[in-house]
């Protein structure tokens, strides 16, 4: 009966998990899983989150199915952390907003309405990217392409190749963008060059979609919301994917959101409809107590300020590990050849180890990267630092470290 199915390789992202709990060295670090730890290694519980909690336990309130475009409390929180408080487009009525499952499920949902109504455009992601962005709009029927992003020679973004790529594309081409924290490189643009592709996307007709799974992670709540708010402020079109497991430590909770900017509030009545009916094909509903959570935390201004102040402190840990990581490399002069990670946001960047220095790191010292070569900067702390810095040197050194 199924003998046609086919079997897939094993995702190199969640199938590294299993192997590191079956390390039983002491020394072990995951660095490949992007999961926030705290300094003690632990997935944090946000204050602002537990207080959430009790606030919604204290209602009882029963579980209902929400709407299928989700709770409307939580809609509206999201439009107001992407756009901010006073955002003309939204008060005019041109940006609609659904609940979905995670940013994975706003990428899907978005992936299928495009595919529906520019059944002939092309997707283009970044070269490299976060792999299951290329799975999503494949499975959705789309020819995807990647644009340069990342010259691994000079671990640095190649912005003129990038300007040059998305001039030759035909109108209504899909580009999707990496709002903040590139993953997996680190490397964001400046604000310039937002403006610039901001302009470049309005006069060549393309249609951006942005990944905005780290807001806060880069330079701040409101800093990192600049590209999409560029984007609005222009009045250009666009789609935007955003995520609450790493900026609310909910990963668990699968909370999302799928936006769509239009020109028009009638265009966004339709487009609302459109995720709505893609919806009900998919899931029907979102589930309701994560969204209850932030609803609670995003509307409350006490409890705003409490998150923002925690997504804060996340933020220069994620930083201050960077620096603590290159400190102790400098120490023992090989500083120099990791440098770039200091440019990097988020919680990634990549290291530049091949496929062998990434196995040696594991077999030899129980450092878990991804095949990539991405490093989670989260999976360090005060207590590994060293032992990390000091594999990284070695690994390199005996096996002529080459970037790319």
Excluded at 202 to 224: M, V
């Amino acid at each position: 009966m199924f003998s046609s199915f086919q079997t897939y390789p094993a995702d190199p992202i969640f199938s590294l998990l299993p192997r590191f709990q079956k390390d039983h060295r002491p020394r072990k670090v995951n660095l490949g899983i992007g999961l926030y730890y705290d300094e003690q290694g632990e997935l944090p519980v946000l204050p602002s989150v537990r207080e959430a909690l009790m606030n919604i336990h204290a209602q009882s309130r029963p579980s209902s199915y929400l709407p299928m475009e989700g709770h409307s409390d939580y809609r509206r929180a999201v439009q107001q952390l992407l756009f901010g408080m006073n955002c003309p487009m939204v008060a005019s009525g041109k940006v609609s907003t659904i609940q979905t499952l995670g940013g994975t499920g706003a990428i899907r949902i978005g992936a299928e309405v495009l595919k529906r109504r520019f059944p002939n455009s092309q997707v283009w992601v970044s070269e490299p990217t976060w792999e299951n962005q290329l799975a999503i709009f494949k499975s959705a029927g789309f020819d995807v392409h990647r644009y340069p992003y990342y010259n691994p020679h000079s671990q640095s973004i190649d912005f003129e190749s990038l300007v040059a790529c998305l001039k030759r594309l035909a109108p209504r081409s899909i580009i999707v963008l990496h709002a903040c924290c590139h993953n997996p490189t680190g490397l964001d643009l400046t604000t310039q060059q937002w403006d610039e592709i901001s302009s470049l996307v309005a006069e060549s007709s393309l249609i951006p979609f942005f990944d905005f799974a780290y807001q806060g992670f880069g330079n701040g709540i409101e800093e990192d919301a600049y590209a999409i708010r560029a984007m609005a402020r222009r009045g250009v079109p666009c789609l935007v994917a955003n995520s609450f497991s790493k900026n609310f430590a909910l990963y668990g909770e699968r909370c999302g959101a799928l936006t769509f900017v239009c020109p028009t509030p009638e265009q966004a009545e339709l487009t609302f409809a459109e995720m709505v009916n893609t919806v009900r094909a998919n899931y029907s509903n979102p589930p309701s107590h994560g969204a209850y959570i932030i609803a609670n935390v995003l509307l409350n201004s006490r409890l705003y300020e409490l998150w923002r102040g925690e997504v804060e402190r996340m933020r220069i840990r994620l930083q201050s590990m960077r620096t603590a990581l290159i400190e102790v490399l400098e120490r023992n002069n090989h500083g120099n050849r990791f440098r770039h990670l200091l440019e990097t946001r988020g919680m990634f960047a990549l290291t530049g180890f091949n496929a062998r220095q990434i196995e040696s790191l594991r077999d030899e010292f129980a450092i878990y990267l991804v095949d990539s070569g991405r490093l989670c900067f989260s999976g360090l702390n005060a207590n590994n630092v060293e032992w990390v810095a000091g594999s990284l040197a070695q690994v390199s050194t005996e096996q002529n470290l080459i970037f790319g």
